[in-house]
């Protein structure tokens, strides 16, 4: 392929074409995954999908859903996702990392014609949104691990962080299309365009990622070295030149470390969970890490606005809600555009932390509004309920909405990297499932101080962030794992950490790297080299 011999220079080093290539194809599964989220927000209000699959019917003669069936119809496809996120780790080991993303695809195409061929059975639909969800989850777990191990490490943060952008971007054209056909929405036409159109948006990433590199670290892992060098140099742009200096550093930092696991073997679910002396460090902290930020980024709150956003503000007085979902979904794609600068400038750890605080925040602000006066009687109170949700949608963007995906793609070792990837975000599938299930039944019981639940919850969040999460910024996934080995690095001075044979985290020592016999200086020297630099 001619663009893999075409790079360009970003943040000083040679990037290829491919690889960036690569992120935008895989990235498509974020789109898809957000398209879902926000369809279904509108749907719910359609004249006829409610005429079809509610349960009561009020005196105008219209029907209505019943709280616990419009919990499973939005739910049960979390439970697919949750399913999906946690078999991915097989087909990704056993196809590669390309071919179980198509396989994913496949099954969202099949799941998206369930839903489509339903007629008046709410259990039918729902059964489709499940078989999707399956889909959705090996895509959620597939994506981030591949552009995590494609992606050059100058580039890594924003490529990952460029799922979620895909994902906002889903939420908004699924708002933008759901606010064009409600003028059709006492036609089935309505829903089932919009489902349909899912399926058209799914095909570029099924036969796409087929033309790109397969990951040069799943190729390592199967023994073919050969075909990861040239993966890597495709990667960097030098599919002409696979043994170049940078390619050839590349290659070292990966062997050396795939080496050091595989003297213990291979990795198994067991010692995700429990500790064992098998030379990966804090092998079960890394796996709880994972499964606690992502189940926390959906406690965040965030989708107890872009499920049930439209019938949210519909119950609060809002003409016109699906345009409100409008508003607030650009924010969305807005603010995580701005994060992706965020992720690479200020890392994981701080965008994080102040994420959860000012969050907190506004969920407090959004709470107190709407039970101290009540939305639908007070026009003010609307007004800043929606301000609030605003503001905390915009944060979410460009902290824990991106940088979560980041964190799991970059923090585990390779050994058990599918596997501790599919647990994290099982994790976050489990806490979609939650959000999805109880808010409608918490909503009839105690309104809008369910927004205090999420202020608790991003505190929570916070907390975690800033005693466990190490900086991981600039570094390679081989150097992420060494960090976790130093006995006095701790998180929150965890920045200050450099890898042997680095003056920066983004400036390697040739001296060290072309000639180990004198690089290979005490790793405590380390840190005189970068006050030197600096000066």
């Known amino acids: 392929m001619v663009l893999g011999k075409k790079s360009i220079k970003i943040n000083g080093a040679d990037i290829g074409v491919e ?26 209000l359609f004249t006829d999908f409610k005429d079809r699959f509610g349960q009561t019917t009020n005196p105008d003669g219209h029907r209505e859903f019943k709280s616990i069936i419009q919990s499973l119809l939005v ?24 071919k179980s993303l198509t396989f994913g695809v496949l099954i969202f195409i099949i799941g998206n014609t369930i839903q489509i061929t339903a007629m008046h059975s709410w ?24 552009q995590s191990e494609c992606s050059p490490r100058e580039i890594r943060g924003a ?13 908004l054209i699924a708002n933008i299309i759901n606010y064009g056909v409600r003028e059709i929405q006492e036609q089935d036409a309505s829903w089932r365009i919009v489902i349909g159109l899912g399926i058209f948006f799914s095909i570029p990433l099924g036969v796409g990622v087929l033309l790109v590199p397969e990951s040069p670290r799943w190729l390592a892992g ?38 050091k696991e595989r003297t213990t073997a291979v990795g198994t679910w067991k010692e995700c969970f429990i500790p064992k002396k098998n030379g990966v460090p804090k092998q079960v902290y890394r796996t709880f890490l994972g499964i606690g930020i992502h189940f926390l980024q959906q406690w965040t709150g965030v989708n107890y606005f872009f499920y049930y956003g439209a019938t949210i503000f519909q119950s609060a007085g809002i003409q016109d809600p699906i345009q409100t979902q409008l508003i607030l979904g650009a924010v969305n794609v807005f603010s995580t555009l701005f994060g992706l600068w965020v992720v690479e400038r200020f890392g994981r750890r701080w965008p994080l932390f102040i994420g959860a605080m000012w ?49 799991i793609g970059e923090s585990f070792p390779l050994r058990t990297r599918a596997k501790q990837a599919s647990l994290a975000t099982a994790g976050n599938w489990l806490g979609n499932f939650m959000i999805s299930f109880l808010t409608p039944l918490a909503t009839d019981g105690i309104g809008y101080s369910y927004g205090y639940v999420f202020v608790g919850t991003n505190l929570l969040g916070g907390l975690l962030v800033w005693f466990f999460l190490y900086e991981s910024v600039s570094l390679s996934l081989e150097n992420v794992d060494l960090m976790y080995s130093e006995p006095g690095i701790k998180p929150w001075n965890s ?24 690089g290979s200086e005490p790793h405590v020297d380390q840190e005189e080299k970068v006050v030197s630099a600096r000066v």
Request: aromatic share 10%; hydrophobic share 45%.
């Open 19 to 44: 690889a960036i290539l690569l992120g935008a194809v895989t990235a498509i599964g974020g789109f898809l995954f957000g398209y879902d989220t926000g369809q279904i927000s509108g749907m719910l």
């Open 359 to 407: 969050q907190a925040a506004w969920l407090a602000v959004f709470a107190s509004m709407g039970t101290a006066l009540k939305p639908e009687e007070n026009k003010t109170s609307g007004i800043v309920m929606i301000v609030s949700a605003a503001l905390f949608i915009a944060s979410f963007a460009c902290t824990w909405g991106p940088i979560a995906w980041v964190v």
């Open 75 to 98: 739910s049960l496809m979390s439970i697919g996702t949750l399913i999906g996120s946690l078999t991915s780790s097989y087909t990704a080991e056993w196809w590669g990392r390309r």
């Open 159 to 171: 490529v990952v962080a460029s799922y979620q952008l895909l994902i906002t971007f889903g939420i």
């Open 222 to 259: 199967k023994e073919d070295w050969e075909g990861a060098r040239m993966s890597m140099a495709r990667l960097r742009g030098m599919k002409n030149d696979p043994h170049n200096e940078l390619v050839e550093d590349d290659m070292k930092e990966m062997r050396e470390a795939l080496e």
């Open 123 to 146: 259990v039918h639909m729902m059964m489709g949104r499940f078989v999707a969800g399956l889909g959705v989850g090996t895509l959620s777990v597939g994506v981030p691990m591949f």
């Open 495 to 518: 920045h200050k950490w450099m890898p042997p044979g680095y003056i920066t985290r983004m400036q390697r020592d040739d001296e060290y790297f072309h000639h180990p016999e004198k």
